[in-house]
């Protein structure tokens, strides 16, 4: 049989799993194959996948063991504080980015507030302008505000009909 056909093998995966259970620790060969149940165990020595499965989980327990006695056990709050330190990570690569566009964010609504109160205080200036004007007599003849007209502008003409209209009623 090929390689890719003893993978689906049922048996070989009930051994893996087996494998998957068995209590950390130094083991050999044999300790793993007492451990596993009776036809686990049948298939492994016939199987020279499984067999290679245990003598692999054998060796990397062995070259694993000796770390395990100098490294401390995990507190409790372990996973916590790694959780947030890969939240932390995450955010700053999407800060790094965005880069520009969150200060863009952050800074809109200033932006907009700063850009009501331009309009509340021009349109407010606009008024008394406005109220000015017609109080002192102005307001039919206006100055020209643009750049290239040098000759004054005609009256406008609502302030003609509101002129015919004042006239007609004295």
């Known amino acids: 049989m090929s390689e890719t056909q003893r993978m689906g093998r049922p048996e070989c995966d009930e051994v893996l799993n087996e494998l998957e259970e068995l209590k950390a620790g130094k083991m050999t060969p044999g300790e793993v194959l007492a451990a596993l149940t009776g036809a686990s165990n049948r298939h492994a020595l016939e199987c020279e996948e499984c067999a290679h499965a245990i003598d692999e989980m054998v060796m990397t327990r062995e070259a694993l063991w000796p770390m395990k006695e100098t490294q401390p056990e995990a507190g409790p709050w372990f996973a916590a504080r790694v959780m947030a330190g890969v939240r932390a990570a995450e955010k700053e ?18 932006l907009v507030a700063f850009a009501a109160l331009l309009l509340v205080l021009g349109g407010t200036w606009a008024m008394e302008l406005r109220h000015r004007e017609s109080a002192s007599g102005q307001a039919e003849v206006r100055q020209t505000e643009g750049l290239f007209e040098s000759a004054p502008s005609a009256p406008l003409n609502d302030d003609i009909v509101a002129s015919a209209g004042e006239g007609a009623r004295q």
């Open 93 to 110: 690569i999407e800060e790094k980015k965005e880069g520009l566009w969150i200060s863009v964010r952050r800074l809109a609504p200033r």
